[in-house]
């Protein structure tokens, strides 16, 4: 199994590993600093380097419960040391979208009762839907001015991991329609903006809301009975 480094520290930017397993399709490493796509959130890109070489990774997914660094180019070979090194910037983006999509969850929550029914991201923008039984373009600015306000108040954001049967046993822990949780997975990994949201989640994050910046809610949208969206975008 990979060691994958961002699950404790989002803001390791390089790391040394060593290649596992390689394919024409891509590698598997000991460790890494790579986001596997999942939860919404897209797979980390970036570079591998070796001695007399170097591959640009374009996707990085999870495949048979190994993560699985998609390469542009030939592979190393599998025992060589290499240098996994992130699109830093791509991922501190994320990061700021995926941290700004928890507080925006938590505020359609604590004020509406509503679930999240899905979702999306990519950098600096993202959708959100939402067991809602109406929307409109006022219930956009009102959620706005809410979110930043929370934003701005400076919550550290951390990461915990609780036993399963004690984070299963939190009903605000899980504020997906449907739990999505695999159940093998044991213990889970928890987001926490102070004061604000705590979240089962697998994604990276800021270290806190006020990283974030501004949000604007840049659309809404019905989708059906009990469906509505919202989009946002990082000002």
């Not at 996707?59 to 190994?66: F, H, K, L, P």
């Not at 939190?170 to 949201?197: Q, S």
Request: aromatic share 4%; charged share 30%; net charge negative.
């Amino acid at each position: 199994m990979t060691e994958e480094l961002c699950a404790t520290d989002a803001y390791l930017r390089s790391c040394e590993a060593v290649v596992l397993a390689a394919s024409p399709e891509g590698v598997v490493l000991d460790r890494t600093v790579f986001y596997a796509r999942g939860g919404g959130q897209p797979g980390d890109v970036g570079v591998l380097r070796w001695e007399g070489g170097q591959v640009r990774v374009v996707d990085t997914v999870r495949r048979d419960g190994e993560v699985l660094h998609l390469l542009e180019g030939e592979a190393p070979p599998v025992g060589v040391p290499v240098v996994a090194e992130i699109d830093w910037e791509r991922r501190h983006l994320l990061m700021r979208t995926h941290t700004a999509l928890h507080a925006l969850s938590a505020i359609v929550f604590r004020d509406h009762g509503a679930k999240v029914t899905g979702g999306n991201m990519e950098p600096g923008a993202a959708r959100m839907d939402f067991e809602l039984e109406r929307i409109s373009q006022d219930f956009g600015l009102e959620v706005e001015a809410k979110l930043n306000a929370e934003l701005a108040r400076d919550r550290p954001v951390r990461v915990r991991f609780l036993p399963r049967a004690e984070a299963l046993a939190d009903p605000e822990l899980i504020r997906t329609k449907v739990n999505l949780l695999p159940e093998h997975i044991d213990p889970i990994r928890v987001i926490e903006i102070e004061g604000l949201d705590r979240q089962a989640d697998g994604g990276t994050h800021v270290r806190s809301t006020a990283e974030v910046g501004r949000v604007r809610v840049v659309r809404t949208e019905s989708k059906g009975r009990g469906f509505k969206r919202m989009r946002i975008e990082l000002a």
